[in-house]
């Protein structure tokens, strides 16, 4: 059966981009402030890309998590207790997250964790984190499956009760990205993924909602995340007349694609998921970029004015980096983890026997975050469902469209 889908206009102004732009660095170092009757410790990991090239990406989610951390032991959200953080590298790569995961499983102080921003690595580490019942919070992985198991559309399955996230999904992403593409007038795309969960998962939703609307996959190719030469792969999609082209991956290898195909005379719009919404993107792509699009989740900053308050929270901080693509998703899903700790902790004897309980209490738990209401479904997944379609004009993000997916 074909499922309906309706798009919710809403209202948009100029978004705000400057805390994107910023050069990636940071610290990795523990946090804990301004509780000074605290006498336990309780600790919140993140595990995130802190090197490499999408370290801009994950130093924004260490430092969101980080923010929430600050303002909750200022507050004394926790009586009797100070939040520290334990932020470790996975280098977006599944085997170092295996290594990250088993590290903060074995920390008693270990409640929960923030991240990861790869698909691929959440598979990793789920299976490592729930046996001992760290809650897994995420503010980027979009994988259908991690939430609803292997048969994501035909036979939903929560496998881990202890994994939540605070954005959307593929499921979602990917037909938002092929109705804004119907919409306008493009009924022949090709198709590029990298091979990983996430590029992959982007690209088999896209193509099913885009077919099923009525559109035409001329050429669908795929690329491996560390190529940097996409000539035979131009050619092949070349002859093929796409109108556009929807890839599924990160922003190093789209930047690239995106000119090499513009050099090579196939000067169509780019378009792709959350993954490439950073400003690298058009750094590294050059004005090849202008016209290319993207789904990211939420809305626009600026048009919310929970997220205001972050941004200038965030600003007020005095981060040397930006908070990137996921720091509001990063921020609520830890304060979704401190909201549940206030109901776990008081009757824990320490932080590892809070551990379950604030499994049970993220099912539950509700709130205005920074990017809207939060709130969990029964896999996990955030019931919020809205998302903005990116457009590069003059050398910067600009939104286009923001809609509620239904």
Known sequence: MTRRRRFLAMGISGLVIASLSLTACGTRANTASGNPSATKIVKIGVIAPL????????????NSVDLAVKQANASGALPGWTIQIDAQDDQASPDVGK????????????????????????????PILDPSNISLV???????????GADASTNPKRTYASYFRTCTTDAIQGPFAAQYLLDQGIKQVATVHDKKAYGQGLVTEFTKAFTAGGGTVVAAETV???????AAVIAKIKPTAPQALYYGGEHPVSSL?????????????????????????ITNGGTATEGDLVTSVGAP??????????????QAAGYSSGFSTYGLYAYDAANAIINSLKVSLPTASDASAARQPTVAAL????????????????????????LTVYKVENGKWVPNKTGEFK
């Open 99 to 126: 290594n990250a995961a088993t590290k903060l499983a074995g920390d008693k102080d270990v409640v929960a964790v923030v991240g990861p921003l790869n698909s691929s690595v959440g598979q990793a580490i789920q």
């Open 301 to 314: 900053a600026e048009s919310l004015p929970s997220a205001q308050k972050f941004v200038s929270d965030y």
């Open 257 to 281: 694609l995106t000119k090499q195909m513009k050099d090579a005379g196939l000067k169509i719009p780019l378009m792709g998921g959350d993954g490439m919404y950073d400003p690298a993107y």
């Open 224 to 230: 491996n995340p560390d190529d940097k030469d996409f």
């Open 363 to 386: 099912d539950k738990v509700s709130f205005e975050g920074a990017s809207g209401n939060v709130a969990f479904d029964e896999f996990g997944d955030n019931k919020t469902r809205v």
């Open 51 to 62: 090197s490499g090239n999408l370290s801009s990406m994950g130093t924004g989610i260490q």
């Open 138 to 148: 995420s503010p980027a992985n979009t994988s259908p499956t991690l939430t609803r």
